[in-house]
């Protein structure tokens, strides 16, 4: 009995010692496969340690498997989880780290799925260490290229493509801003073409500002100060152009430039931005300019209105936190629309510069054209290089007459006598000539043909202009619309007057 016993408490032994080192197979979420080999018992134990922030472990146990097993199937995932083991870490040093190792892995896998989730990782990375904007934007302006690279690299991923795009309105609003803080900064100083090349980046390149109407406002208020300074300036009445004076003609044009330049930027403003608070700043001042005021459309109006919708403004919690926070306040940045990919061509003072010297040198030699054709003989005849003048041409103003007492010119050209052939009035018709149709000559049995179509006429079934112009006029929003899709509470907009 006592030996039967202790067969069965042998056996019992042996059967739990055999199961114990046997190793189970068991699923692998990341890899999605099972298996019973040690390379999987490393992988395992490296993402255990990395559950309980045991990072340096994990990073041992994912080398060993990599330098061990280097046909593994766990080698992809080995070498981006020693990224993420950076990552999770944290810290400067270790966030440069981790990107060194997301970007080897796109290197060695390029076509697995996982290289979009590095790429991505990399942007936020930079993302995570941006600063506020009127700091370094170094990280800013890198973490713009990332998420730029994900999106044109990996279209397919349509779940990180999507993540990608909203952080990058996130750091493009950012960005804006900057360039808004410097434009503003030239412009207080009056260094309009400064202010003029930052805000003309700007509007164009990043149109999904939160402040994009005070930019463009600030834009036309550069141009009408450089009318101010133009008018201010002496006009040169001597020849030649003396220091301190500017040439009537190239004066003129660069007024004229200057004012297409700030009705553009008024225009844009209530055509592109309907429902933002400058609509009625700019109506103003194109009134002020006499200029017409345009109309938004209804597609406008909606665009504009679901990103303001989009948009949400810190609380005083927020505003606090942003006073002592490092990272910027990113709730402006507008949830809707597509981030711009490509940047513009960008535009320098020198530009600027440069463009109203084209249109002050058009304006001198237009000016000159004008001074030589009225220009007049003081001999009475005319240059060699001119026509003579016709009998039947009236009179020229400035042209010297003749004196009475003149003797005719033998050689002067008279006009000829009507030939005998010549229709004369009150000839009677020739009964060949050929007569149009009319009633009277379908009557007699001839056939009318159809008049040739005209180019402005109106064919049967195609609509009037009159009736284009209501269709095309049907699609502009009405006071109504706009006034109701404004914010009830308008923003504390303060009047920008430079030193």
Same mark, same amino acid.
């Given at each position: 009995?006592?030996?039967?016993?202790?067969?069965?408490?042998?056996?019992?032994?042996?059967?739990?010692?055999?199961?114990?080192?046997?190793?189970?197979?068991?699923?692998?979420?990341?890899?999605?496969?099972?298996?019973?080999?040690?390379?999987?018992?490393?992988?395992?134990?490296?993402?255990?340690?990395?559950?309980?922030?045991?990072?340096?472990?994990?990073?041992?146990?994912?080398?060993?498997?990599?330098?061990?097993?280097?046909?593994?199937?766990?080698?992809?995932?080995?070498?981006?989880?020693?990224?993420?083991?950076?990552?999770?870490?944290?810290?400067?040093?270790?966030?440069?780290?981790?990107?060194?190792?997301?970007?080897?892995?796109?290197?060695?896998?390029?076509?697995?799925?996982?290289?979009?989730?590095?790429?991505?990782?990399?942007?936020?990375?930079?993302?995570?260490?941006?600063?506020?904007?009127?700091?370094?934007?170094?990280?800013?302006?890198?973490?713009?290229?990332?998420?730029?690279?994900?999106?044109?690299?990996?279209?397919?991923?349509?779940?990180?493509?999507?993540?990608?795009?909203?952080?990058?309105?996130?750091?493009?609003?950012?960005?804006?801003?900057?360039?808004?803080?410097?434009?503003?900064?030239?412009?207080?100083?009056?260094?309009?073409?400064?202010?003029?090349?930052?805000?003309?980046?700007?509007?164009?390149?990043?149109?999904?500002?939160?402040?994009? +109407?005070?930019?463009?406002?600030?834009?036309?208020?550069?141009?009408?100060?450089?009318?101010?300074?133009?008018?201010?300036?002496?006009?040169?009445?001597?020849?030649?152009?003396?220091?301190?004076?500017?040439?009537?003609?190239?004066?003129?044009?660069?007024?004229?430039?200057?004012?297409? +330049?700030?009705?553009?930027?008024?225009?844009?403003?209530?055509?592109?931005?309907?429902?933002?608070?400058?609509?009625?700043?700019?109506?103003?001042?194109?009134?002020?300019?006499?200029?017409?005021?345009?109309?938004?459309?209804?597609?406008?109006?909606?665009?504009?209105?679901?990103?303001?919708?989009?948009?949400?403004?810190?609380?005083?919690?927020?505003?606090?936190?942003?006073?002592?926070?490092?990272?910027?306040?990113?709730?402006?940045?507008?949830?809707?629309?597509?981030?711009?990919?490509?940047?513009?061509?960008?535009?320098?003072?020198?530009?600027?510069?440069?463009?109203?010297?084209?249109?002050?040198?058009?304006?001198?030699?237009?000016?000159?054209?004008?001074?030589?054709?009225?220009?007049?003989?003081?001999?009475?005849?005319?240059?060699?290089?001119?026509?003579?003048?016709?009998?039947?041409?009236?009179?020229?103003?400035?042209?010297?007459?003749?004196?009475?007492?003149?003797?005719?010119?033998?050689?002067?050209?008279?006009?000829?006598?009507?030939?005998?052939?010549?229709?004369?009035?009150?000839?009677?018709?020739?009964?060949?000539?050929?007569?149009?149709?009319?009633?009277?000559?379908?009557?007699?049995?001839?056939?009318?043909?159809?008049?040739?179509?005209?180019?402005?006429?109106?064919?049967?079934?195609?609509?009037?202009?009159?009736?284009?112009?209501?269709?095309?006029?049907?699609?502009?929003?009405?006071?109504?619309?706009?006034?109701?899709?404004?914010?009830?509470?308008?923003?504390?907009?303060?009047?920008?007057?430079?030193?």
């Amino acid at each position: 009995m006592l030996s039967r016993v202790s067969i069965i408490a042998f056996g019992g032994m042996l059967l739990v010692f055999t199961a114990g080192c046997t190793n189970k197979k068991s699923a692998n979420p990341l890899a999605n496969i099972g298996s019973k080999q040690p390379d999987k018992v490393l992988f395992d134990r490296s993402m255990d340690a990395m559950k309980h922030n045991r990072f340096e472990v994990a990073r041992m146990t994912l080398q060993t498997l990599i330098n061990t097993y280097p046909d593994s199937e766990f080698i992809a995932r080995a070498k981006l989880a020693v990224g993420d083991s950076w990552y999770a870490e944290g810290g400067t040093a270790s966030l440069a780290q981790a990107e060194q190792e997301y970007r080897d892995f796109e290197t060695f896998f390029p076509n697995m799925p996982e290289a979009a989730e590095a790429q991505l990782k990399i942007a936020n990375i930079q993302y995570q260490q941006m600063e506020k904007a009127d700091r370094d934007y170094t990280h800013a302006k890198r973490a713009e290229d990332e998420y730029r690279n994900l999106i044109l690299q990996y279209p397919d991923n349509q779940k990180l493509v999507a993540e990608g795009k909203q952080r990058l309105l996130e750091v493009q609003e950012v960005l804006a801003d900057r360039e808004y803080g410097i434009g503003r900064f030239y412009y207080l100083r009056q260094s309009y073409p400064a202010s003029i090349a930052r805000l003309r980046s700007l509007v164009e390149k990043y149109p999904l500002y939160s402040k994009a +109407d005070e930019a463009l406002y600030l834009l036309g208020q550069n141009a009408e100060g450089e009318i101010e300074r133009m008018r201010a300036t002496p006009t040169c009445t001597k020849p030649g152009i003396p220091a301190g004076c500017t040439n009537e003609g190239a004066k003129a044009a660069m007024i004229q430039q200057f004012t297409k +330049d700030a009705t553009d930027a008024y225009s844009k403003i209530i055509t592109r931005y309907p429902i933002m608070d400058r609509v009625d700043d700019a109506k103003k001042r194109l009134a002020a300019l006499h200029q017409p005021i345009p109309r938004p459309t209804k597609a406008a109006v909606a665009q504009n209105r679901a990103e303001d919708e989009s948009r949400r403004e810190s609380g005083a919690f927020g505003r606090l936190k942003g006073m002592i926070m490092k990272h910027p306040d990113v709730a402006m940045a507008t949830k809707v629309g597509e981030p711009s990919l490509v940047d513009p061509m960008p535009v320098s003072a020198t530009d600027v510069v440069q463009g109203v010297a084209r249109a002050a040198a058009m304006g001198v030699a237009s000016g000159d054209k004008r001074l030589a054709v009225e220009r007049v003989n003081s001999s009475g005849t005319p240059p060699p290089s001119e026509a003579p003048p016709r009998s039947d041409a009236p009179p020229s103003t400035g042209a010297v007459a003749a004196p009475p007492s003149a003797v005719p010119d033998p050689n002067e050209l008279k006009p000829a006598a009507p030939a005998e052939n010549e229709l004369q009035p009150n000839v009677a018709p020739d009964p060949n000539e050929l007569k149009p149709n009319t009633p009277e000559s379908q009557g007699t049995g001839d056939q009318a043909l159809p008049p040739p179509p005209q180019v402005n006429e109106i064919q049967p079934g195609q609509p009037s202009s009159s009736a284009t112009a209501d269709s095309s006029s049907s699609s502009q929003a009405t006071d109504e619309e706009i006034s109701s899709s404004k914010k009830k509470k308008k923003k504390g907009l303060k009047k920008i007057v430079p030193f």
